[in-house]
């Protein structure tokens, strides 16, 4: 027989549940290739290394999707959202804008407990970088607690390094809204409409300080 007639049949097991879910964790994650889908898979116990990851990833034509914002670490699927039982187990976070009397503009983080419905924090600030989110929320769960997931969207500062490095250290799980899909994050939507006709809207802002001082109260 010729040796051309020869072929080796692969012995591998069945590459069929890591091969799914890397494709979630790829439409979680828009913006992640491969290298960065190999972190998460690693973080999350699969015993797998970066060349069979590339191997699967490039095999399903998982490429950089360019349409959607970047997504980070410890994203989860819709089907996976349950109701939250208690307090601390699911926080809501998002932007409010508004303007200073002056017209300086002002961006005002807002967080709500789903469950209590307590708001641990309403930071206003002239701009927010992912690091002063970072360190708002660090300072808020020293004294309230780490909540077990937060739903956010996909804007810069939530999608960032600096907050998916926070959340990994302390076991916090952020839940990412899909894109066009604000009724994800529907609670904190309609909070912040509270917010703007309660609050924002009735009040005039003379100073950073005023703000604070008027949102706190």
């Known amino acids: 027989m010729d040796?051309?007639?020869?072929?080796?049949?692969?012995?591998?097991?069945?590459?069929?549940?890591?091969?799914k879910r890397i494709k979630e964790i790829a439409e979680t994650r828009m913006r992640y290739g491969y290298r960065r889908v190999h972190v998460v898979l690693r973080r999350e116990g699969w015993?797998?290394?970066?060349?069979?990851?590339?191997?699967?990833?490039?095999?399903?034509a998982l490429k950089l999707r360019n349409k959607t914002p970047r997504r980070r670490v410890k994203a989860k699927l819709r089907e996976d959202r349950s109701a939250?039982?208690?307090p601390n187990e699911t926080w809501a976070m998002d932007f409010v804008h508004d303007?200073?009397?002056?017209?300086?503009?002002?961006?005002?983080?807002?967080?709500?407990?789903?469950?209590?419905?307590?708001?641990?924090?309403?930071?206003?600030?002239?701009?927010?970088r992912a690091e002063d989110v970072v360190s708002t929320l660090e300072r808020v769960c020293r004294t309230v607690g780490y909540p077990q997931s937060i739903r956010v969207d996909q804007g810069s500062e939530f999608v960032s390094r600096d907050l998916d490095l926070w959340a990994y250290a302390h076991g916090v799980t952020l839940d990412f809204s899909r894109p066009g899909k604000p009724t994800d994050n529907a609670f904190i939507e309609?909070?912040?409409s509270k917010l703007r006709g309660e609050c924002l809207d009735?009040?005039?802002?003379?100073?950073l300080d005023d703000a604070r001082a008027k949102l706190e109260a």
Request: hydrophobic content about 40%.
């Open 202 to 207: 009735a009040h005039w802002f003379m100073s």
């Open 3 to 19: 040796t051309s007639t020869y072929h080796y049949k692969s012995h591998r097991h069945g590459q069929a549940v890591l091969e």
């Open 99 to 128: 303007q200073l009397a002056t017209g300086r503009k002002l961006r005002v983080l807002t967080v709500v407990d789903i469950f209590s419905k307590f708001s641990p924090v309403i930071d206003p600030r002239f701009s927010y």
């Open 190 to 192: 309609a909070f912040n």
């Open 84 to 86: 939250a039982s208690r």
């Open 47 to 60: 015993m797998t290394n970066i060349k069979r990851t590339y191997r699967l990833y490039s095999a399903m």
